[in-house]
């Protein structure tokens, strides 16, 4: 069984920094990813056009320090952009709005405490301020922002793909984001399961369908995917990974473990109220107690 090492995420993933930061929850991160290659998102003059008289001022939301490096970079080498703030969670986002010269924020999803999706919804409905996801969203939550009009970098973010989205927001800049049609399309985002994600594998980044995964386990800030032979580190808390999956195919059983229940053989009792899930392929998994009635309840007829 292999393990391959952390590096970026599909993230939904990388980046940091603003006014400072309010805590020191900062997501780990490879030093790997904290160097990949940042070429420069040279504006041609076909890309900075007459679409706008004034650059865009944006506002840099992430948790993660360096990926706000990575992302300030980038954006720090385009005339069409004007960072005017930074920020490490998502009131210190909002209090920063107040001022009300933002453009664009370009925001991570999965912050501590209060989420980019969080920080969203609490926008006011007058602010014409458009929304740049910084994330690693399943596809479905990703064609809920493309239909809303919303735009997304998957981690890390790619310079041609960031100087992309940059031209469509600054030829935008006079056009209002609807509020209602913002929340529907992050109401319809925050429901939908995850599906798959890309995980670095050593070679670049591998997709993983969910379907295939048969155990997530626990390892600090990440988890470990178990895929076939192959364990892959995704960056991911347990509780967020469960949250986020498809709750017909996958179920907590213990603190430090989720099984896909379509890979389970054979569930035997083991020991002060606990059993062992027997999976396809031979691994075996604790079920805890605390966990054991709503995983029997799952499979009750009237569930």
């Keep these: 069984m292999t393990t391959t090492r952390p590096c970026a995420s599909i993230r939904l ?20 990813e904290a160097e990949l290659p940042v ?10 056009g007459a679409a706008s008289t004034r650059p865009l001022r944006a506002l840099l939301v992430d948790d993660e320090e360096a990926a706000l490096r990575r992302l300030r970079r980038l954006l720090g080498t ?30 991570d999803i999965q912050m501590p405490g209060m989420s980019g999706l969080d920080v969203a919804r609490q926008l006011p409905r007058e602010r014409a301020v458009r929304i740049v996801f910084v994330t690693a969203h399943d596809e479905h939550a990703i064609n809920a922002f493309e239909l809303s009009a919303l735009d997304y970098l998957l981690k890390p973010v790619n310079p041609e793909r960031l100087a992309d989205s940059v031209r469509r927001l600054a030829e935008s800049l006079d056009r209002l984001q609807p509020a209602a049609r913002l929340t529907a399309a992050l109401d319809t985002a925050a429901a939908a399961p995850l599906q798959r994600v890309l995980v670095p594998d050593g070679k670049g980044q591998r997709l993983v369908d969910m379907t295939q ?20 580190l995704y960056r991911q808390t ?8 498809d709750r017909r195919d996958f179920a907590r059983i213990h603190r430090g473990a989720i099984v896909n229940v379509r890979f389970i053989a054979n569930v035997a009792p083991y020991v002060a109220g ?15 107690r605390h966990y054991r009635d709503a995983f029997f309840d799952r499979f009750s007829p009237n569930s």
């Design 39 to 48: 070429a420069t998102p040279v504006a041609s003059a076909a890309d900075t």
């Design 213 to 232: 995964v048969h155990l997530i386990s626990a390892y600090g800030n990440y988890v470990k995917l178990h895929v076939g032979a192959d364990t892959l």
């Design 13 to 32: 993933g990388d980046v940091v920094t603003t006014t400072r930061r309010a805590h020191p929850n900062v997501s780990l991160m490879t030093t790997a």
């Design 78 to 107: 385009d005339p069409r952009v004007t960072i005017v703030g930074e920020a490490s969670d998502g009131p210190s986002a909002l209090a920063r709005l107040e001022a009300g010269d933002v453009d664009v924020l370009f925001l």
């Design 274 to 288: 606990d059993h062992i899930v027997t999976l396809k392929g031979g691994a075996r998994v604790r079920l805890s």
């Design 238 to 245: 347990m509780q967020r990974m469960e949250a986020a999956l």
